[in-house]
C-alpha cells in the first residue's frame, strides 16, 4: 500500500516538473503573456537612449547598448509580433496594440574608488490607451554595471561586458512578463 502511494506521488511529482519546464521554457514569447498590459499586442517597439556629460562618446555608447538590447528583446520574442526600435520622438509610441519597451541609461565617469564608468540602467513597460484610463508607467529598479576603464576615452566595443548583458536580461525578463 505504502509503495503504491509513492510511486503515485513520484508520478505526480515527475508530471508537475515536466509542466513547470514546459511553462519555464515558452514563458520568453510574449505571446505566451497574459498580463493586462500583453491583451491584444501586435507590436512591440523600443524606446532607448543613453544621458552622459561626455558628449564625445555618447551616440557611440548608445549605438552600442541600444543594439544589444534590441537582440535581446528579439531573441525572446514569438514571430508574429512585429519588432521595431523607435526614434526620438516618434509618433508610434502612440499606436494602439503596441507596447514599447522603454529603456534608460545613465553613463558616469568614475575616478575614486573604481575607475572606469557606471552605467545605471532602468526600464519600464508602456502601452497607450486611448480613451481608457492614464496609463501608469512603473518598471524595473534600477541596475547598476561597472565597465572598467583607464582612461575616459570609451573604446568602440567596449561598453557591452559580460555585467552589463545579464542587467539587461534580466531587466528584458521583467519586461516580458
Known amino acids: 500500500m505504502i509503495e503504491s502511494i509513492s510511486k503515485t506521488y513520484l508520478t505526480c511529482a515527475v ?6 519546464l514546459a511553462a519555464c521554457s515558452s514563458s520568453h514569447s510574449v505571446a505566451a503573456m497574459s498580463t493586462p498590459i500583453w491583451r491584444g499586442v501586435e ?3 523600443l524606446a ?3 544621458s552622459s556629460d561626455n558628449t564625445d562618446i555618447i551616440r557611440a555608447a548608445e549605438t552600442e547598448f541600444c543594439a544589444a538590447v534590441a537582440n535581446n528583446i528579439r531573441s525572446r520574442l514569438s514571430p508574429d ?4 526600435v523607435l526614434d526620438h520622438p516618434d509618433a508610434r509610441l502612440l499606436e494602439e496594440n503596441r507596447v ?4 534608460h541609461a545613465s553613463l558616469t565617469w ?3 574608488a573604481f575607475q572606469g564608468y557606471l552605467l545605471a540602467v532602468s526600464s519600464s513597460q508602456f502601452r497607450h490607451t486611448p480613451g481608457g484610463p492614464p496609463g501608469a508607467v512603473f518598471g524595473a ?9 583607464t582612461t575616459p ?21 521583467k519586461l516580458l512578463l
Open 15 to 20: 508530471l508537475l516538473a515536466a509542466a513547470i
Open 43 to 45: 507590436k512591440i517597439g
Open 48 to 50: 532607448c537612449r543613453i
Open 81 to 84: 509580433l512585429s519588432f521595431d
Open 100 to 103: 514599447t519597451l522603454v529603456f
Open 110 to 112: 568614475s575616478d575614486s
Open 141 to 149: 529598479p534600477p541596475s547598476v554595471a561597472a565597465i572598467p576603464q
Open 153 to 173: 576615452q570609451l573604446p568602440r566595443g567596449s561598453l557591452i561586458n559580460t555585467e552589463l548583458k545579464d542587467i539587461i536580461s534580466q531587466h528584458v525578463n
